[in-house]
Antibody
């Protein structure tokens, strides 16, 4: 059974960089797209982007200038960096597995608050 | 971006009711649409992919239909565990986008 677990600071200051890591267990990273999705409180889900196991990335154009997703398949983990954050980036951040037929495994989510 | 619009936004229903949720896309998706169930404080759960394919382990009372720009999620007989918020998601064009959600409440 694939399991995903996000980790990282729950509080980030405005203009700084949000950094999260997701550790995957119980499966292989091969042939899947490893995804970050966020959800501001009471709002719809927003797809941030994903990385294929080969390292190829695709980002949401609305965030592309600030986002970097990386992967370390030897450690079964992938990471998100979002730079120059503002209060609008406050959200629950989920890591997930996308198989291009739906997103089938999700982490539990981690709340990141942007505040000074 | 492809805009996804769900209706209704809130739905009040009773156990045993047949429930239908609609999702409309601003452009054709072929069949590249998924449905998720989300409960408070939890991650979304995949129910349906490719518009009508039931994800493994999901009860058969859930079904999906549609193609192009209009899709539906149907729960044939609402169960107590089904009270939740449901989202559609398109994965035909980047960026993947979600509907605003439909909250299914107890009547």
């Amino acid at each position: 059974q694939v399991q995903l677990q996000e980790s990282g600071p729950g509080l980030v200051k405005p203009s700084e960089t949000l950094s999260l890591t997701c550790i995957m267990s119980g499966g292989s990273m091969r042939n899947y797209y490893w995804t970050w999705i966020r959800q501001p409180s009471g709002k719809r889900l927003e797809w941030i982007g994903y990385i294929y196991n080969t390292g190829t990335t695709t980002y949401n154009p609305s965030l592309k200038s600030r986002v970097t997703i990386s992967i370390d398949t030897s450690k079964n983990q992938f990471s998100l960096e979002l730079s120059s954050v503002t209060a609008a980036d406050t959200a629950v951040y989920y890591c997930a597995r996308d198989r291009h037929a739906g997103t089938d495994y999700w982490g539990q989510g981690t709340l990141v608050t942007v505040s000074s | 971006d492809i805009q996804m619009t769900q209706s209704p936004s809130t739905l009040s229903a009773s156990v045993g009711d047949r429930v239908t949720i609609t999702c409309r896309a601003s452009q054709s998706l072929s069949s590249w649409l998924a449905w998720y169930q989300q409960k408070p404080g939890k991650a979304p759960k995949l129910l349906i992919y490719q518009a009508s394919s039931l994800e493994s382990g999901v009860p058969s009372r859930f079904s999906g239909s549609g193609a192009g720009t209009e899709f539906t999620l149907t729960i044939s007989s609402l169960q107590p565990d089904d009270f939740a918020t449901y989202y559609c998601q398109q994965y035909n064009n980047y960026p993947w986008t979600f509907g605003q959600g439909t909250k299914v409440e107890i009547k």
